[in-house]
């Protein structure tokens, strides 16, 4: 009985994220969360590959796909072992991370002016590419990749701005700790060799 007390405390207290700065508790259960959706990929491998397209392209579009598919109950366990009372708060508090990290690396770096920097070429060269008569096919590949690249310009703006300035000082005095967290991409590339 004590532990169940105990579980509920933590979970009402989880149920904060919104108005609650980040600290050590938010980011774990953060980290936790996506840590078991991730291992849910095995039991439903064409919703989480569909999810990664549509993720790419429109969060909000992500969360309403995930809500509606067969993988959800499992997702929504996931959810409340970890605090968390649905996905929007979830992606709330990713955004929030997201946001931190990129305030507190990008420091001197205009996050637009940096998108700026990529797209511009990209649009020029498509237009190019077009003017030349380029295949069809390459230039769909092309203009796919500034969509994704205009979509992450989007939600990293978005990011920042949902960071308090108390979310980037935790981000900021925490950083190593917060990016030890992060899975590595390489190391789970190299397993799947």
Known sequence: MKYLALLLLFVSQLS????????????????????????????????????????????????????????????????????????NELHDVALRIM?????????????DGHF??????LEENIKDMKQR????????????????????QKEISLAVSKASEEDKEFVSNNLDWIMSLIPDETDEDDENY
């Not at 999810?51 to 909000?60: A, F, G, M, R, S």
């Open 16 to 87: 904060w994220a919104d108005g609650q700065a980040l600290n050590q508790q938010i980011i774990e259960s953060f980290y936790t969360a996506t840590e078991k959706m991730d291992n849910l990929e095995t039991k439903y491998p064409d919703i989480f590959s569909e999810l990664e397209i549509i993720n790419n392209i429109d969060q909000i579009q992500a969360i309403k796909f995930v809500e509606q598919s067969k993988a959800y109950p499992d997702i929504k366990k996931v959810l409340s072992s970890s605090g968390f009372e649905n996905l």
């Open 99 to 111: 946001g931190s990290i990129y305030s507190v690396q990008m420091k001197n770096i205009s996050i």
């Open 116 to 121: 700026q920097s990529v797209i511009q070429p």
């Open 133 to 152: 008569g380029t295949p069809d096919s390459v230039i769909n590949q092309m203009e796919e990749v500034l969509k994704e690249n205009k979509a992450q």
